[in-house]
């Protein structure tokens, strides 16, 4: 099977929920052209299918999923909730402890960890796939005076 662009998207910059759905169950499907699309994508609309996905051990792009979902809770702390409220985080965050999935759990924890100490932001972790890349948990340090 080659990899080709997904021609689901009737506009790929604002995607549906089924549209993000159908693109990440396709294992030959690329993300569309253009940069960091992956930041549009962490939205409020979408972060519920994105922690669906990167649950999913079968879904061809969990890893892409998950990456969306550190996205979201690093630039709603990096925020201090403007972007994304404190009351959304935190639903997603307990529909996420439902999940048995170590790599939704790590997000579970690291997103927590991150708002007891908001200096753990790291953009090239949280935003650019590194704590992806080398899943770990972040432990936070003695809080700052």
């Known amino acids: 099977m080659s990899e080709a662009s997904f021609t689901g998207f009737a506009h790929p910059a604002l995607p549906t929920v089924d549209e993000i759905r159908a693109w990440a169950l396709d294992p030959s499907s ?3 052209e ?10 409020d609309e979408l972060a519920d299918a994105w922690l669906d996905l990167a649950g999913d051990a079968t879904c061809p792009k969990r890893s892409f999923a998950l990456h969306v979902l550190y996205i979201y809770s690093g630039d709603a702390v990096r925020t201090k909730f403007r972007v994304h409220s404190r009351k959304r985080v935190d639903k997603l965050l307990d529909k996420a402890q439902e999940s048995r999935d170590q790599y939704v759990g790590l997000w579970v924890a690291n997103t927590k960890a991150l708002i007891r100490q908001p200096d753990l932001f ?24």
């Open 30 to 32: 690329l993300a569309p």
């Open 34 to 43: 253009g940069r960091h699309w992956d930041l549009t994508l962490a939205t």
């Open 122 to 145: 790291d953009y090239d972790e949280w935003c650019n796939g590194g704590l992806v890349r080398r899943p770990r948990r972040l432990s936070p340090g003695p809080t700052r005076r």
